[in-house]
């Protein structure tokens, strides 16, 4: 009997160790990411995964993001592509396109009154109030 104690401690710890292949675990590791943003404050925000899809190291999650008191065609959705990391979800950088500061080239978060930045249009007329002015294309920043 006395060598079946160190194995049943081992099943003991293994049972108590937690699955972190779910969505409240996915969604703490993005609320981290955000919270680590410069001037974002995530605690104003209701944040929901969407949908999860779970591979063995890496996880793709699709967030929605309501501001607080706002119904939900307020909001945006976000994916994300994490991985597994220890015991815990971290969310992997974005590869920055270099054209729009919120994701891909085609992306245009302000409407259709800005043109896009191929279209050589002056983006810094059409700008929303309060908006930082975004260089032309062929400025090299």
């Known amino acids: 009997m006395r060598n079946l104690a160190p194995l049943l401690l081992l099943l003991a710890?293994?049972?108590?160790?937690?699955?972190?292949?779910?969505?409240q675990a996915v969604r703490q590791a993005v609320i981290d990411y955000l919270s680590s943003r410069p001037g974002l404050n995530i605690s104003s925000m209701n944040v929901d995964v969407s949908?999860?899809?779970?591979?063995?190291?890496?996880?793709?999650?699709?967030?929605?993001?309501?501001?607080?008191?706002?119904?939900?065609?307020?909001g945006m959705t976000i994916r994300y592509v994490l991985e597994l990391k220890g015991n815990r979800w971290v969310v992997k950088p974005r590869a920055s396109s270099g054209n729009n500061p919120h994701g891909g080239a085609e992306a245009n978060p302000h409407g259709s009154t800005m043109p896009s930045p191929d279209s050589g249009g002056s983006p810094a007329s059409t700008l929303p109030p309060g908006h930082p002015s975004v260089p032309p294309k062929d400025s090299g920043h």
């Open 13 to 23: 710890l293994a049972g108590c160790s937690r699955d972190i292949r779910n969505e």
């Open 51 to 74: 949908s999860v899809i779970f591979r063995k190291d890496e996880a793709d999650a699709t967030v929605s993001f309501v501001p607080k008191g706002s119904s939900a065609s307020a």
